[in-house]
């Protein structure tokens, strides 16, 4: 059964541009189908994370299977350029 996810995730800025763009298609390639996709770029943080004061911004609105989002979880732990992450399920 599908469901509506948003995903928002923190990227290292020492990631260049083409690692991230391949970054983000690969997150996109994980889930059925991506309703919205923004690209917030680089901002400020509130407090560091991993040594870092900025980070890139990216947020999604999804459609996915729960295992999709079970593997897609998995994939983002493991990613070092990832410095944070969040996955809620809408309504």
């Given at each position: ?25 690969s997150i996109e ?25 900025k980070a890139y ?8 299977e729960s295992k ?24």
């Amino acid at each position: 059964m599908l469901n509506n996810y948003q995903l928002t995730l923190l990227v290292n800025t020492k990631v260049d541009e083409k690692e991230r763009e391949a970054l983000l298609d690969s997150i996109e390639k994980k889930v059925k189908k991506v309703e919205k996709k923004d690209l917030w770029g680089n901002r400020d943080l509130s407090y560091p994370i991993k040594h870092q004061n900025k980070a890139y911004y990216a947020h999604f609105e999804i459609e996915a299977e729960s295992k999709e989002i079970t593997d897609l979880d998995k994939i983002l732990k493991l990613n070092e350029d990832i410095l944070r992450y969040l996955i809620i399920r809408k309504g």
